[in-house]
């Protein structure tokens, strides 16, 4: 197999560079690249090219423009012409086919997209110039011998066959009529019969919708004499499914030149569309959960985040309505229903029964029991097209969330069309809950933290303590507002060094203080120490107590030191005055 060479026209030059690397993954092709469209017209007098990449939007010609001047050339009919353009508008795509344009690809491209659109021209390239080499020779060999003319034709029609039959594509002739001349094995199969008894037969009869497609296509052909670009067409095989060809049409002419049938080509690309499809589909997919997950985020409320939930749910599956359900013993209690004006709201209480009933939300123990009991699943329990006139409901979807293998809240999904809830619409839903049910559970956390760390914070302040957290390796003193009033510093002054804190301490204490600071380091314990404070603020000598534990951050590995320390000036000052009465207690007693 001959190496394929292929034409790049783009004047951007990191674009041709792209295009150039891409071309040349596949199959080791030989890559031309020019950023002219003129420059391209005059080297494809001398060359000959298996494909042509072009840019849409050029200086001097656009990419209609130049494929309409290709196209003029001779041997340019039926190269391929692929136009990359930015543009989404059928104006622009309609005067590139129109030009005769071959394929399309949406910039920028995408490089498995690329590769596979070359790799299947390139194919059909090959196809095409291997069926004109064999259409020549045949000519060439029943221009030697007219006298051996219908040995030759019947001969060379039979080797043509076989060489056609190892083509892994669809390939058939029909005359001027639409009756079939030729039709390769793999057609045959299709359609479950033989080549020879397809022969005769019009298309249209064999092929039903998709064979009159057929014949008003080869009419072009036969009225214009020349090839028509690829195109893609569907049409459905004999077990009813779904399938996507890439097909060709070339006239076929006798010795005289005239045309006298047209030869038709189709590659089946049916599992590349359906990847292509997958691929949109998982695009669209993590493209919605990026977005529901950035909505989410800056939430802070568990009821914000429920009803911003339903709502992205509900206009990006384009249903009526979406809510959210507390699921009691004996009552549903409906906290949330977005809606978009086609059924009324939910919201309030209701009885079980009535509401599982009216909308589809029984739960029942035989649809549980086979769940594991985990804190958090989501699980869809039922799906279907009901003719339940329910408020002008049609169909429904719910996905339950449990805990603890019960069933505590319900997302429903209620729409006023009946429908079937696709596999892929199933797992975003299931997905996108998963992540409501996260982001509840953080808000839900974090409130009660806030809650716990005001009331300590209260506890704090009734007994007049403080806490600390050293991190002695950056010398950073965190402290609680607490501490900052108890210690007499300005806000300005913590976080803090231990040096700065240090400083306070009163002169007759801070070796001791130290001491049991060291002592707690080197044996990772705890320690108790009593000192006293110069207060910044007013200068006021208060005394301390403080508790803490040295131990080893398992994060990162360092030490760190984290205490309390509290106000005991009071107890201080009654421990020294009862010191003092028990001093002049007993000097009374000595002077008697």
């Avoid at 004999?238 to 010795?255: E, H, I, S, Y």
Wanted: hydrophobic fraction near 40%; charge should be negative; aromatic fraction near 6%.
């Amino acid at each position: 197999m001959t190496t394929p060479h292929i034409l790049i026209v783009d004047d951007q030059d990191t674009n041709r560079r792209v295009y150039s690397r891409l071309a040349t993954n596949v199959e080791g092709a030989r890559v031309e690249s020019v950023a002219h469209p003129e420059e391209a017209l005059l080297w494809l007098e001398s060359h000959e090219p298996d494909l042509i990449i072009t840019d849409f939007r050029m200086p001097g010609l656009d990419g209609a423009a130049f494929t309409r001047r290709v196209r003029a050339m001779p041997g340019c009919a039926d190269l391929p012409i692929v136009v990359v353009t930015v543009f989404q508008d059928r104006t622009f795509r309609h005067a590139a086919l129109e030009a005769g344009a071959t394929d399309f690809l949406l910039s920028p491209v995408d490089h498995v997209e690329f590769r596979t659109r070359v790799r299947n021209l390139l194919l059909m390239r090959r196809q095409q110039q291997q069926l004109r080499r064999h259409a020549q020779m045949l000519e060439q060999e029943l221009a030697e011998s007219e006298s051996s003319r219908e040995r030759l034709v019947r001969d060379s029609r039979e080797a043509l066959a076989q060489v056609i039959d190892t083509v892994p594509a669809f390939i058939t002739a029909t005359d001027r009529e639409g009756r079939c001349v030729f039709a390769n094995a793999q057609v045959a199969r299709e359609l479950g019969t033989s080549p020879s008894e397809m022969v005769g037969r019009g298309l249209s009869a064999l092929l039903g919708s998709a064979g009159r497609r057929s014949d008003n296509a080869d009419r072009l052909v036969l009225e214009r004499g020349i090839s028509l670009p690829a195109f893609e067409e569907e049409r459905s095989d004999a077990q009813g499914r779904r399938r996507v060809m890439l097909t060709t049409k070339a006239p076929l002419r006798d010795a005289a030149g005239q045309v006298t049938s047209v030869l038709t080509s189709s590659l089946d690309i049916t599992d590349r569309k359906f990847a292509e499809e997958r691929l949109r589909e998982i695009e669209v997919r993590q493209t919605f959960l990026l977005y529901f997950n950035d909505e989410l985020r800056p939430l802070r409320q568990a009821a914000q985040i429920q009803a911003e939930a339903c709502r992205l749910l509900g206009e990006h599956l384009r249903v009526a309505r979406v809510g959210l359900a507390e699921m009691h013993k004996q009552e549903v209690r409906v906290t949330v229903d977005w809606n978009d004006g086609r059924l009324p709201s939910l919201v309030g209480t209701w009885e079980n029964e009535t509401f599982a009933s009216a909308f589809g939300a029984e739960i029942d123990d035989a649809a549980l029991g086979a769940e594991p009991e985990t804190a958090s699943r989501s699980k869809t329990l039922r799906m279907a097209d009901t003719d339940s006139t329910s408020a002008g409901m049609r169909s429904y979807l719910n996905v339950p969330f449990l805990k603890v293998g019960q069933p505590v809240a319900l997302l429903f999904i209620h729409d006023t069309e009946p429908q079937t809830w696709t596999a892929e619409q199933i797992d975003l839903i299931e997905e996108a809950c998963e992540r409501l049910w996260g982001a509840v559970e953080r808000a839900q956390a974090a409130a009660a933290l806030h809650d716990s760390q005001q009331q300590l914070a209260m506890a704090l302040n009734a007994a007049r303590m403080g806490t600390f957290d050293w991190d002695p390796v950056a010398d950073r003193v965190t402290l609680t507002p607490q501490s900052g009033t108890l210690l007499g510093l300005v806000p300005a002054c913590f976080p803090a060094t231990s040096g700065e804190l240090l400083a306070i301490l009163h002169p007759e204490d801070l070796a001791r203080h130290r001491l049991a600071l060291l002592e707690a380091g080197r044996k990772e314990g705890h320690y108790r120490s009593e000192y006293r404070v110069i207060r910044p603020q007013d200068q006021r000598v208060m005394w301390i107590e403080e508790r803490g534990e040295a131990t080893i951050d398992p994060a990162t590995g360092r030490m760190r030191v984290k205490g309390v320390h509290w106000d005991i000036s009071e107890l201080r000052s009654a421990e020294k005055q009862q010191t003092l009465s028990m001093h002049e207690t007993r000097a009374g007693a000595r002077s008697t």
